[in-house]
């Protein structure tokens, strides 16, 4: 089993939706967590870390819930130049980022 | 300011040669870090150096891979002999931690490497 795991879609939706992924963590020892987007054939960026209170930046926001050990991320009002990759990352130990395989958005016109 | 900068972005080689990837790390980071991404597996860390130093390689997979940090803003991996199982993208990333959690880390383009 993946130490996170992520559905790897792709979500289709049209421009203006709102849309959400979830992922799951297994290391209970994770003390941070991160969304990052990858374009195709791109490098990946920092989008946004996550609190467990919440955080929101724009039309993104991040939560999460160390009780069930899973990190949400929702978009709303979907863009043409949100569909990339998305993905949901933990850091363990010094500086070591563990990633998700990514889950994919389309958004449509 | 120049981002983590990292040579060839392509590379075509033939089973058994020997790979080197190079990164340049941002002007003022002290911590590297090597990752490889593959479809199957995803992004995966190799290596990671802190000042130089290798802190954690656990993510090698084998002794056909070695990394090296020989100054503050430089790193190469190398494969030797490669494989065709080695191909992937390898990103390099680069950071200047504070201490805290939230340290960002900057990633390069990326090498695509395709071994025949």
């Known amino acids: 089993r993946k130490e996170v795991e992520q559905d790897p879609g792709p979500f289709n939706v049209p421009e203006g939706a709102t849309v959400a992924f979830n992922c799951t963590y297994s290391?209970?020892?994770?003390?941070?967590f991160f969304w990052y987007r990858q374009d195709c054939r791109k490098e990946p960026k920092l989008l946004m870390s996550?609190?467990?209170s919440g955080n929101e930046d724009g039309r993104f926001t991040a939560q999460l819930n160390r009780a069930s050990q899973y990190i949400s991320l929702l978009i709303r009002d979907s863009k043409l130049s949100d569909s990339a990759t998305y993905l949901c990352?933990?850091?363990?130990?010094?500086?070591?980022?563990?990633f998700g395989t990514g889950t994919r958005l389309l958004v449509s016109p | 300011d120049a981002g983590v900068i990292q040579s060839p972005r392509h590379e075509v080689t033939e089973m058994g040669q020997e790979v080197t990837l190079r990164c340049k790390l941002i002007?003022?980071?002290?911590?590297l870090f090597w990752y490889r991404q593959t479809m199957m597996r995803g992004l995966e860390l190799l290596i990671y150096?802190?000042?130089?130093?290798?802190?954690?390689d656990s993510g090698m997979p084998e002794d056909r891979f070695s990394a090296k940090m020989p100054n503050a803003s430089f790193s190469t991996l190398k494969i030797q002999p490669s494989e065709p199982r080695d191909s992937a993208v390898y990103f390099c990333?680069?950071?200047?931690?504070?201490?805290?959690?939230?340290?960002?880390?900057?990633f390069g383009p990326g090498t695509r490497l395709t071994v025949l």
């Open positions: 990333a680069s950071s200047l931690p504070s201490g805290g959690p939230q340290d960002t880390q900057y």
């Open positions: 290391n209970s020892a994770s003390q941070s």
């Open positions: 996550v609190y467990s």
């Open positions: 990352v933990s850091l363990t130990g010094f500086q070591k980022l563990v």
């Open positions: 002007s003022g980071h002290n911590s």
């Open positions: 150096f802190n000042n130089n130093v290798p802190i954690d």
